[in-house]
């Protein structure tokens, strides 16, 4: 082999090094490490109206995966969205197979809104928010249980997480 041919070749390899840390630092962007998390929803009076156990995406991957890989999700089971700051935030359901309740939830704890959505198929609706998390459940569980916009919402990492199949 030459020297132009191993300098190439070289060069050719540190690239590739370089994208493969890249990607593996994308994946595990901001991931707190928590599979799972019990989130507890109460009214103005203190009043427990739901409890979720959820599995938690705090990773871009994660976020991005959701639960479009998922059969079905279980009654009192979802899926905690978890980011480092509040901000406005969009979510669409791309190939989800059952419809879903959208909450985003603001910095202070409070719920700031909440969307039904269906199933959908291509060009999607975006469901935008203001949130610092965003909780999927089952679609039409807010409304089973009186849950709106300015109910708290607590969250205990380490527990929850099977959302089903």
Not at 3 to 9: G, K, N, V
Not at 50 to 72: F, P
Not at 96 to 109: H, K, R
Not at 140 to 160: C, L
Request: glycine share 14%.
């Amino acid at each position: 082999m030459d020297r132009r041919t191993r300098r190439a070749t070289t060069a050719l390899a540190v690239l590739f090094g370089v994208a493969l840390v890249a990607v593996g630092a994308w994946a595990f962007t901001g991931s707190t490490g928590h599979d799972g998390a019990t989130v507890t929803i109460t009214d103005e009076n203190g009043s427990t109206l739901g409890v979720v156990d959820a599995s938690v995406a705090d990773s871009e991957a994660e976020r991005y995966r959701g639960l479009s890989e998922t059969a079905s999700l279980a009654n009192g089971s979802g899926m905690l969205f978890v980011y480092e700051t509040e901000g406005s935030r969009a979510y669409v359901m791309r190939d989800m197979a059952y419809p879903l309740d959208i909450v985003f939830v603001g910095e202070d704890g409070r719920i700031t809104r909440i969307h039904h959505a269906g199933t959908e198929e291509p060009p999607y609706r975006r469901y935008t928010g203001r949130a610092k998390w965003v909780i999927e459940v089952p679609r039409g569980w807010t409304a089973r249980h009186g849950i709106a916009a300015g109910d708290r919402v607590a969250i205990e990492y380490g527990r929850g997480g099977d959302v089903g199949s």
